[in-house]
């Protein structure tokens, strides 16, 4: 079993920047590919991001490319999602999670979820 706890979530105007964190705790956070997902309202949970293991690649969604970095620091456990030049349309409730294969876009590979945290972005 993995723990997964987001944090960092906020409100922040266009353009602004924010970074999401993600706690990991339970069985060996190294052996799990991380993904950050996100879900607005009424829409479907949508990928956003994933990183291997060891945090040597990294792949986007082509809506976040060039405006979100995903890294990791496994001494800590934790994933982060780095978020700049942020847009109303990045509004939604940000989920990480974990997987055993990277990189996978589909939420349905991913074994554990965190709660998720609310992030608004104000026009």
């Known amino acids: 079993q993995v723990q997964l706890v987001e944090s960092g979530g906020g409100v922040v105007q266009a353009g602004g920047s924010l970074r999401l964190s993600c706690a990991a705790s339970g069985r060996t956070f190294s052996s799990y590919a991380m993904g950050w997902f996100r879900q607005a309202p009424g829409k479907e949970r949508e990928f956003v991001a994933t990183?291997?293991?060891?945090?040597?690649?990294?792949y986007y969604a082509d809506s976040v490319k060039g405006r979100f970095t995903i890294s990791r620091d496994n001494t800590k456990s934790t994933v982060y999602l780095q978020m700049n030049s942020l847009k109303p349309e990045d509004t939604a409730v940000y989920y990480c999670?974990?997987?055993?294969?990277?990189?996978?876009?589909?939420?349905?590979?991913?074994?554990?979820w965190g709660q998720g945290t609310q992030v608004t972005v104000s026009s």
């Open positions: 990183i291997n293991r060891s945090g040597s690649s990294t």
């Open positions: 999670a974990a997987d055993t294969v990277f990189p996978h876009t589909a939420r349905s590979f991913y074994d554990y």
